[in-house]
């Protein structure tokens, strides 16, 4: 049997006190609004076109091979595996919350076949047992072992916290050959895509095994050491170019760098000065003020899906995958936790309304992998960078991420401490802290009013987090009159029973750091944390989109709701549309004509390709008045 100790349900519970504490998952029941239909979305949509397409694209016969029940050749990426891991996770996380039964036949069918599949070592991966066979450990630069495993372990923690550990004991199996094999005197050699290291601290957490967390901690250090080599993209893509602690720069390949966050700032949590801090916090700021675009889309190169330098931000070659919007929510929970500023929640914010909404269809079947910032008239088909959403990819790394962020969204909603409660993200549903409950009523973000009924008089402090971008908040508490709120965290005293928040939504204009060249002389639309765009289904018929322009200083005007799209749209009024030459290159360097279009419709990026394929830009330009 495995030992285990009493563990919160939630995806990272620090050892030690930190500046906040997670929520057991289990306390937090969304209601319908914004989340709560999202994740009811994922549940019914979502994670059953993912069991689908295991199927289909053949990741589950590559273990029914193993086994002698499939004819079929390998299928996929080296990392197929991974997709079936993320898609139980998934399943664990809604099984945690209750009753996820009717996955039942699919989880028994996957369980059955990763046990007969593992080797009598606890070695498990259909690429290296199936066409690599007698490989393995042979090529961790590109082979993904690690990661693959990465996922299996956190398959099987959301496991273990839904009751079932059939999944955590071949989990632990592996584990352990890998300890025996890469632990201290073994090999140095290190993985080429970190994912592992978040999941060994979570497993040490849980199982309350050291060990587990020492490992994690023998990987961060030998990494940035040269000894993945350069590969096709340079070390940087590996991760493998500076020492962790030394690192002050995003660098390389966007997923891997954010999953190495991830892990870093959960062996910071749980041993307390182990030097890692000063890394987090330069790379923090890397990431949020110098490399990310205003979507919260992470990556601006194809080339090696990396970071690019400070300000390379183009909207149309954005790469910006989905993957990368979704690893940084969980680096940021994790800060949050390690220390309790408000500023890793609105970068959690302003991904899930924005660079993670937008990568999946309003049914929930169709998916970007890709999530750029503009799309040009006319653009080809590339897989990683589509004009629609597609129903799944070869290497289909994000869908299933996307199914398992969902699937325990609400646990990233709020923290407590001894003496105070806090909401981080607002969503309507019951929040249970154990001495204080409460009902939480919004339809945010589209609406500005946040209401929260308590069950009793509060014992602890309440704590309400102000978005960054918020102006003249207010809180009003048990009736009274409402008082500004700044940004940060407003406060509701011991004994309060009720709170009225607000949180102004109107439309704002945002411009980019001029810096940021690629968006210069454009502004972007943002109602609440909600940025919107112009899409060409919305234009007169013969008007380009690269055409249009709106004025220099333009405003935006309320336009009831798309039923279609089910959500606020807006207008620009004052646009017009630019009378180019057929010339690409001119001496003539005045402003082109233009012609009045009249009103421009914008609508959320998140929403746009789901009426139908077309030109699409989040920053628009602007012309002088
Ligand atoms: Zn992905």
Redesign the pocket.
């Known amino acids: 049997m495995v030992s285990v100790t009493e563990a919160l349900v939630t995806p990272a519970a620090p050892a030690r006190p930190t500046a906040r504490r997670p929520v057991d998952a289990r306390r937090v029941a969304l209601a319908e609004g914004f989340l709560g239909d999202w994740q009811r979305i994922n549940r019914e949509a979502t994670i059953p076109h993912c069991i689908e397409r295991l199927e289909s694209s053949g990741v589950m016969d590559n273990l029914r091979r193993l086994v002698g029940e499939s004819d079929a050749p390998f299928r996929g990426p080296e990392f197929a595996d991974s997709d079936l891991y993320k898609t139980l996770e998934a399943i664990g996380w809604e099984a945690a919350g209750g009753d996820a039964s009717e996955f039942d036949g699919f989880v028994a069918e996957s369980f059955r076949l990763l046990a007969a599949a593992q080797e009598d070592d606890g070695y498990l991966d259909s690429y290296y047992q199936g066409p690599r066979r007698g490989e393995r450990f042979t090529n961790l630069a590109q082979g993904h072992e690690m990661y693959k495993l990465g996922h299996l372990v956190q398959a099987a923690i959301a496991w273990h916290h839904a009751g079932r550990d059939e999944l955590l004991e071949i989990a632990l199996r592996y584990v352990d050959l890998v300890h025996a094999t890469f632990g201290e005197g073994g090999s140095d050699d290190i993985d080429g895509h970190p994912e592992i290291e978040t999941a060994l601290v979570e497993l040490a957490r849980i199982t309350g095994d050291d060990r587990h967390r020492a490992l994690a901690r023998r990987m961060l250090d030998l990494r940035g050491h040269g000894t993945i080599g350069e590969g096709q993209f340079g070390s940087a893509y590996y991760q493998d170019h500076v020492p962790v602690k030394q690192a002050r720069e995003a660098m390389g390949h966007v ?1 891997r760098q954010l999953y190495l966050l991830a892990g870093i700032a959960d062996v910071e949590a749980d041993d307390a000065g182990a030097g890692y801090r000063d890394a987090l916090d330069a790379l923090w700021t890397s990431v949020h003020e110098h490399k990310q675009y205003v979507t919260g889309g992470l990556g601006s190169r194809h080339r090696g899906e990396s970071f690019g330098d400070p300000y390379e931000l183009p909207a149309d070659r954005a790469y910006s ?4 919007a979704i690893a940084n929510l969980q680096w940021n929970w994790r800060m949050l936790l390690l220390d309790g500023a408000p500023k890793y929640v609105d970068e959690m914010e302003r991904g899930l309304y924005n660079a993670i909404a937008v990568s999946t269809s309003q049914d929930g079947r169709a998916y970007f ?1 890709s999530n750029p910032l503009q799309l040009r008239t006319g653009h080809t088909h590339e897989e990683d960078a589509p004009s629609t959403r597609l129903d799944w990819y070869f ?1 289909a ?2 869908p299933p ?1 996307l199914a398992r962020l969902m699937a325990s969204i609400h646990s990233y909603l709020v923290t407590e401490t001894d003496d105070a409660v806090q909401f981080q993200l607002y969503a309507a549903g019951r929040y249970d802290f154990g001495d204080v409950a409460a009902r939480v009523e919004t339809s945010y973000p589209w609406d500005e009013t946040i209401r929260v009924v308590f069950d009793a008089p509060t014992t602890r402090v309440a704590q309400f987090r102000i978005p960054s971008w918020a102006r003249a908040a207010t809180i009003a508490i048990d009736g009274g009159s409402a008082v500004e709120a700044a940004p940060g965290y407003a406060e509701a005293p011991v004994g309060t029973t009720s709170v009225e928040l607000v949180i102004p939504v109107g439309a704002e204009f945002v411009r980019a750091n001029p810096r940021a060249d690629g968006a210069r002389g454009t502004l972007a639309l943002r109602r609440g944390p909600v940025y919107y765009c112009i899409e060409e289904a919305d234009l007169p018929a013969g008007t380009r989109l690269e055409d249009v322009t709106i004025p220099a200083t333009p405003v935006a005007v309320e336009a009831g709701e798309d039923p279609r799209l089910n959500v606020p749209v807006l207008d620009i009024p004052g646009a017009a549309a630019l009378e180019p030459s057929p010339l690409l290159y001119s001496e003539d360097v005045s402003e082109p004509g233009a012609h009045a279009i009249g009103t421009v419709r914008a609508i959320p990026y998140f929403r746009w390709a789901n009426r139908s394929a077309g030109a699409m830009r989040v920053w628009i330009p602007t012309r002088a008045d």
């Open positions: 997923v995958e989905t993957c990368a992998y290497c790394c994000c991420n």
